[in-house]
Nanobody, 116 residues
Framework: QVQLVESGGGKVQPGGSLRLSCAAS????????MNWYRQAPGQERELVAG????????NYADSVKGRFTISRDNAKNTVYLQMNALKPEDTAVYYC?????????WGQGTQVTVSS
């Protein structure tokens, strides 16, 4: 079955950087677009970034443009989220997401905390 396993979260000071990874299995990774979402306490889950499967076009939430970069390695079945210039408002649980056969799959999430 589809499995998504996120890693790389942690606590960082404002202005710092983190790199999240999501290892995927159970489907043909190179055939699907991949996304990163996040959910802060008391807020709805929101799309942070997405990357297509072949031409690897990307899209970002306005709040992270210029600071975050999504990428993928189809040989390793992994999608990444490089986060720079982190702000306290980036604090959230970050989730990897893929939609296959009309079903949205989620990982367990990784906590990112930006605080001094």
């Amino acid at each position: 079955q589809v499995q998504l396993v996120e890693s790389g979260g942690g606590k960082v000071q404002p202005g710092g950087s983190l790199r999240l990874s999501c290892a995927a299995s159970g489907f043909t990774f190179s055939n699907y677009a991949m996304n990163w979402y996040r959910q802060a306490p008391g807020q709805e889950r929101e799309l942070v970034a997405g990357i297509s499967n072949i031409i690897m076009s990307t899209n970002y939430a306005d709040s992270v443009k210029g600071r975050f970069t999504i990428s993928r390695d189809n040989a390793k079945n992994t999608v990444y989220l490089q986060m720079n210039a982190l702000k306290p408002e980036d604090t959230a649980v970050y989730y990897c997401n893929v939609r296959t056969s009309g079903i949205r799959h989620w990982g367990q999430g990784t906590q990112v905390t930006v605080s001094s």
